[in-house]
């Protein structure tokens, strides 16, 4: 019985490489002790709206995410109890339909471009990590994911990126840079920082 998850937050701007980081904890620590929840799932829901306006909204502010609602999820899991987390479509921009029913287990990864931008969701976290990287980097990243995932063109990428993304990147995600116990550079893999990251996973399950 586990008696209490260590619980993580990865923030880092879009395209920062945050799954990468994720996945490799993952891959040390085994994915059967791991929770992955991400922020990306607590999109608020426009179904009033028609696709060309979702299309339009800003996903790169803290108000387009129902924040409050990871909150709740996460104080049930650490209570032992189950949460049942929603899921998110990016193509036309919908919550999908069902949740995804979830437990406990040793560590609780949470990763998206804000999670270090909030006062209560940070206070829940163990170990606040941030994946620093070039925005360069970030934006070609993007767009080879947008078009190879979400199917989208180049031109729409660099419009949401220089309508959006790049103001709230200097809003929000890069100040919460701060509140990190680890910074991790991702112009290259960082094995270093994932194993300071596994050590303390390890030393936290073993105290548990």
């Known amino acids: 019985m586990i008696s209490r998850s260590i619980v993580i937050g990865v923030a880092g701007g879009s395209g920062s490489g945050k799954t990468t980081i994720v996945e490799a904890i993952a891959e040390r620590i085994g994915d059967e002790n791991i929770l992955r929840i991400e922020h990306d799932f607590y999109y608020k829901d426009h179904r009033d709206l028609s696709l060309e306006e979702r299309e339009g909204l800003n996903y790169d502010h803290p108000d387009a995410l129902e924040t409050e609602l990871l909150i709740e999820h996460l104080g049930q899991l650490m209570a032992g109890k189950s949460a049942m987390i929603p899921r998110y479509d990016f193509i036309p921009h919908l919550r999908e339909p069902g949740l995804i029913e979830t437990a406990l287990r040793p560590v609780i990864l949470v990763d998206g471009i804000l999670v270090l931008a909030d006062k209560a969701l940070r206070r829940l976290f163990d170990i606040k990590i941030f994946v620093d990287t070039p925005a360069d980097l970030r934006f070609i990243r993007r767009k080879d994911r947008d078009e190879d995932a979400r199917g989208r063109s180049y031109e729409q990428t660099k419009s949401q990126w220089l309508g959006t993304v790049r103001q709230g990147h200097r809003d929000f995600v890069e100040p919460s840079k701060r509140h990190a ?28």
């Open 181 to 208: 116990d680890i910074i991790v550079p991702q112009e290259v893999h960082n094995d270093i920082a994932i194993d300071i990251v596994v050590s303390k996973i390890r030393s936290a399950i073993t105290e548990g």
